[in-house]
Structures are given as structure tokens and as C-alpha cells.
């Protein structure tokens, strides 16, 4: 106790709730963005999937030809392709600028191949430099980050002691199951502020 970081503890005490989503944020941050390089982990191996899906759904698309017909039509071809691709789920009016003309089939898987290995360069370049500042999230808004969502789920009720101001344990609608607010510890008297009036002394 007498080694322990009282600022942090008088953080805790006047906004419990804040510090701990703090803590949770900084937390994730270390595991994702630091020396362990999870958050690019995580991006490499999503893209993984995305670049296998894509060269099994050339493979299959070509495949469906007859193996000695070169010339293909590619909007047939693409059509072929986007049944086999899952993983993204193109829609063929992603391709609406390729036109109908006929293509040559193994010069274009090959093309193709030849793109994405230079997107693979370019997309493991763009992660690694990735951190936590400059990380961009999808959100629903401008505030409703993954790091506030998954907060918000964790946290449960909101309510606190009327008297030590500690937090109640329990989920957010443990009310309507019955189940009354109930404090993990309460805090020493005093620390919330509150005094009995009777007699003036801490509550």
C-alpha cells in the first residue's frame, strides 16, 4: 500500500468508471500497437484470406473453361469469378468498366496475380506503419469507437453506493431479473463524502 501509485488511486476514486475505461483503452493500445505488433498480425492474416479467396476464384473461373479455349468473354468470366469469391463478395457492377469483349484467360489470371502482389507489398507496408494514433476505425460515429463499444458491454450498471460512491457489480438489467445492486467491496468511510447528520460523522 505505502509503494502503491496514489495518483492513479485518486483517479479511481473520483471517477472510477473513466479510469477504468482509460485503463482498458491503454491496454488494448499496448497489446495491438506495441512491440507484439498485434493490430498488423491481425491485418496480415485478414488479408491472407482476401488474397486466397481471390486467386481460388481465378483458378476456378478459368477452370470452368474448356482447357484448350483461351478467348473468353469476360463478362461470363466475371460472373464465374464473383460466384466463387466469398470472402469480399464483389458484385459485377464493381467490374461495369470492363466491358464484353473477349480476353485471353490465362494472360489475365496472370495480370491479375501480378496486381496483387503488388498490393500485398503495398498493404503490409501500410499496416506496419499503423499505430495507435493514427489508427481509422469504422464507426457507426465519430465517437463510437471498437474501444468504447466493447467498454460500454463490459461496465453493466450504472448506479453507485449512495454512501462510498463504489460501483455496482453488477450487468445493466439485473433489476428486471430480480437481482437488487450489489457493491464488490464498499470503500473506507469517508471517501465518499457524505457524513451522517446526526452525529457529523463520516458515512
Known amino acids: 500500500i505505502i509503494d502503491g501509485d496514489w495518483a492513479e488511486f485518486k483517479e479511481y476514486l473520483?471517477?472510477?468508471k473513466l479510469f477504468c475505461e482509460e485503463w482498458q483503452k491503454k491496454t488494448i493500445e499496448t497489446n495491438y500497437f506495441g512491440s507484439t505488433k498485434e493490430y498488423n498480425k491481425h491485418a496480415k492474416v485478414n488479408w491472407g484470406k482476401i488474397k486466397s479467396g481471390i486467386e481460388y476464384a481465378i483458378k476456378e473461373a478459368s477452370e470452368k473453361e474448356p482447357g484448350d479455349t483461351k478467348a473468353v468473354n469476360i463478362t461470363e468470366w466475371l460472373k464465374s469469378f464473383i460466384e466463387e469469391e466469398?470472402?469480399?463478395g464483389f458484385s459485377l457492377s464493381s467490374f461495369s468498366l470492363m466491358g464484353s469483349e473477349t480476353i485471353d484467360k490465362d494472360g489475365l489470371s496472370a495480370h491479375i496475380s501480378q496486381k496483387l502482389d503488388i498490393v500485398d507489398k503495398e498493404i503490409e507496408e501500410y499496416f506496419r506503419k499503423v499505430t495507435a494514433r493514427t489508427v481509422k476505425f469504422k464507426t457507426d460515429t465519430n465517437k463510437q469507437t471498437p474501444y468504447r463499444?466493447?467498454?460500454e458491454e463490459i461496465w453493466g450498471c450504472e448506479k453507485i453506493c449512495?454512501?462510498?460512491k463504489e460501483s455496482c457489480r453488477l450487468a445493466k438489467n439485473?433489476?428486471?431479473d430480480g437481482k437488487k445492486h450489489s457493491c464488490l467491496q464498499h470503500r473506507p468511510k469517508g471517501v465518499g463524502g457524505t457524513v451522517l447528520n446526526q452525529s457529523n460523522?463520516?458515512?
Do not use: D
Request: proline share 6%; aromatic share 16%.
Open 86 to 88: 466469398s470472402y469480399v
Open 14 to 16: 473520483q471517477n472510477q
Open 162 to 164: 449512495p454512501f462510498c
Open 149 to 151: 463499444r466493447a467498454f
Open 201 to 203: 460523522k463520516l458515512s
Open 174 to 176: 439485473h433489476l428486471a
